[in-house]
């Protein structure tokens, strides 16, 4: 933690500058009045030490940690507790009295207060909002850098998020107390996601195909009977679809005749009329036998987030499982080969693919489709379930 500023300042570069209305400065007891805020020399970069004299560089742009009000330098807080900023300018009238220009980033609960309508509880424990809210603080008050991840729920791929890791979905205006986006619920229930909640009935359950791109509570969504053993194949018919256009292949085509070669089918880049999901037969079994198994198993992952599936972090598994469906099809079409297929996933894919799967139902499933369902996953599994809109597998 810090204990004192240093004597290390560094001169920010000369450039434009930024045109607009004046930012008003203050809140913090001493802070520099408008005037003397234009009068300071501005830097780059500053820095402060923790109490064993370690030196730490904050830079514009970056974003840190700060000592909530009337935190003692050196008291143990939790990383959640700390208050998050972005360093907008740096000025100093000497070495020792240096001030920081910042955007805040506010906790769940701040938000509430501001914005009745905002509900913290569906808020993770290290989610903060982006604000427009711009204060001046001392340098003195910073504790680290951290970084603040941006999360856009309805991305295929978005940005590895670990469970103790800050990020933010919405942004707050505190000129009229409005938020944006406006937090909304994918799931039929109406609740949106909580990235927190470690119940397993509360995993989200991701179906991808371009008619549905939603999320749904595992409590919320129909049981998937599990097919005979001899009929493993059958549940990977989803994957001779590509995962961003909905296009299923037409296996006689990629399959051609005994004498002709395979005929190539490019991805196309426009979302595809929604078909049917195709089943896997003898022809399909044939092309899968011929693709990586660890690859298959990949792409063949239910995609989920939420709490209860620890290795994910905030985001889910969406990224990797897409990725290795996006292989598979490739191959499939004849557009791509497998072949080191694993340098194309991305980082971590192996810890985000290791979901232990329980069917959701068995082949003497007697409930109606759409029901809820009544089955649980044993602890560390996941349940394989149908998305109630298109009935295909997630």
């Known amino acids: 933690m810090p204990k004192s500023r240093s004597s290390k300042l560094t001169p920010k570069k000369t450039g434009k500058t930024r045109k607009g209305a004046r930012i008003p400065l203050g809140r913090e007891k001493n802070a520099p009045t408008q005037e003397e805020w234009d009068q300071m020399p501005e830097y780059g970069t500053f820095q402060v030490s923790d109490l064993d004299g370690n030196p730490y560089d904050f830079s514009v742009n970056e974003t840190a940690r ?5 935190c003692r330098v050196g008291t143990d807080i939790d990383l959640h507790q700390y208050w998050i900023c972005k360093i907008l300018a740096i000025r100093a009238s000497t070495e020792n009295n240096v001030w920081v220009q910042i955007q805040w980033f506010y906790s769940p ?44 729920e309805r991305a295929l791929d978005p940005a590895p998020i670990p469970d103790d890791g800050y990020f933010y979905r919405y942004t707050l205006n505190v000129t009229d107390n409005s938020i944006s986006p406006t937090p909304t619920a994918t799931c039929s229930c109406g609740t949106p996601y909580s990235p927190s909640d470690a119940d397993p009935t509360t995993l989200m359950h991701f179906c991808p195909r371009p008619s549905c791109r939603r999320y749904y509570h595992s409590r919320c969504i129909t049981t998937k009977g599990a097919p005979p053993a001899a009929d493993a194949d059958r549940d990977r018919g989803f994957l001779l679809c590509d995962p961003d256009t909905g296009r299923c292949l037409e296996l006689d085509d990629v399959l051609g005749s005994a004498s002709d070669p395979p005929k190539k089918k490019r991805r196309t880049s426009r979302a595809a009329t929604p078909h049917p999901m ?42 990797a499982v897409l990725a290795a469906r996006r292989l598979v099809f490739d191959a499939l079409s004849g557009g791509a080969s497998a072949d080191g297929w694993e340098a194309h996933m991305p980082d971590r894919w192996e810890a985000l693919v290791a979901v232990s799967v329980s069917e959701g139902g ?12 009544k089955a649980k996953a044993k602890a560390g599994e996941v349940l394989a379930l149908q998305c109630p809109e298109c009935g295909g597998p997630i």
């Not at 309508?117 to 951290?146: L, M, P, Q, W, Y």
């Open 278 to 319: 195709p089943t896997v037969g003898p022809a399909a079994s044939t092309l899968f036998a011929a693709l990586p198994p660890a690859l298959l198993d990949a792409a063949a992952q239910p995609i989920v987030r939420g709490g209860a599936f620890a290795a994910g972090g905030v985001a889910g598994n969406v990224s």
């Open 66 to 70: 700060i000592l909530p009000n009337g």
């Open 109 to 152: 609960q701040d938000t509430a207060d501001a914005v009745p309508t905002f509900n913290a509880a569906h808020c993770g424990k290290f989610e903060r909002i982006e604000s427009n809210h711009r204060d001046c603080v001392s340098s003195s008050v910073f504790d680290g850098r951290v970084s603040v991840k941006h999360y856009d």
């Open 362 to 373: 068995s082949k003497n499933t007697k409930s109606k489709q759409n029901s809820p369902s």
